[in-house]
């Protein structure tokens, strides 16, 4: 149970960093590929927002498991 707990942790560890840095410090994704300026999160940006938070939660879910188990 705790080899996969600790491969779990590990696994979303690594999504969260990727996720983490496909998003853009201040700018949206279409500023920073030249589209259009816009200050709502639209499509692809708000998919990769979203997954930031929830990737975030699994990771100190399963931290806590680890801690109790």
């Given amino acids: ?9 590990v696994v979303v560890a690594v999504l969260l960093i990727a996720v983490i840095l496909v998003q ?3 700018t949206g994704f279409g500023r920073s590929w030249g589209s259009a300026s816009s200050f709502t999160r639209r499509g692809l940006e708000r ?17 806590i498991i680890q801690l109790v188990i």
């Fill in 1 to 9: 149970m705790k080899q996969f707990l600790f491969i779990t942790q």
């Fill in 24 to 26: 853009s410090r201040g």
């Fill in 47 to 63: 998919i990769v927002f979203r997954l930031t938070f929830i990737l975030s939660g699994i990771f100190i879910l399963v931290s």
